[in-house]
């Protein structure tokens, strides 16, 4: 079974108000929700890469899976995440930015990003199949349905191959067509 984006504004805010006082774990949440990349792609992210950047600033990045450039756009919520995130921390430059809290400079995994993940579903009482890629996919449908942003646009940003890659990807609930046919013209 595929896992499921967030599809609910409150969850998501609930899900911020449960991390207010995890900076780092916050931080990754806010970036996964707002950046459209893989986690995969944010773990690898070190702290030079993104100290001091202004909203609007642009980090260049090599997607892990395809090998195709892709970029961070630093957005209002993850410039007020990363600030959070710098003051309660002494991160050094070449740390990686999710540093794992096993010690050494050894960014997260994937699977540890899972286990977060559904523990924050979890904890605000979200049932679903929820993971890592989670994020991503809750970004996709926050921009396709609360802010309207076209599937061609989407196909791009998130660098598919096809747009049928695309299509699937979005997971098109059967309410959407129903609510569509209620439409009248």
Sequence with gaps: ????????????????????????????????INSGLRVQDLLALKV???RNLAVGARVSIKEKKTGKSNVLLINKE???????????????????LFKSRK?????????????????????????????A??????????????????WEVLAKRLNHSTPAVTMRYMGIQAEEVEAVLLKDI
């Design 48 to 50: 030079s890469d993104v």
């Design 133 to 150: 890629h989670t994020l991503r996919k809750t970004w996709t449908y926050m921009q396709r349905t609360v802010h309207g942003t076209s």
């Design 1 to 32: 079974m595929k896992v499921q984006p967030i599809t609910e504004l409150r969850h998501i805010r609930s899900i911020k108000r449960l991390l207010a006082d995890n900076p780092r774990d916050k931080l990754l949440f806010v970036m996964g």
């Design 78 to 96: 993850i410039s007020s995440a990363l600030q959070e995130y710098f003051a309660s921390t002494s991160l050094e430059d070449w740390h990686y």
């Design 103 to 131: 010690g050494h400079n050894y960014p997260l995994t994937t699977f540890a990003v899972t286990k977060y993940v559904k523990k924050w579903c979890e904890a605000i009482n979200l049932k679903g199949n929820f993971g």
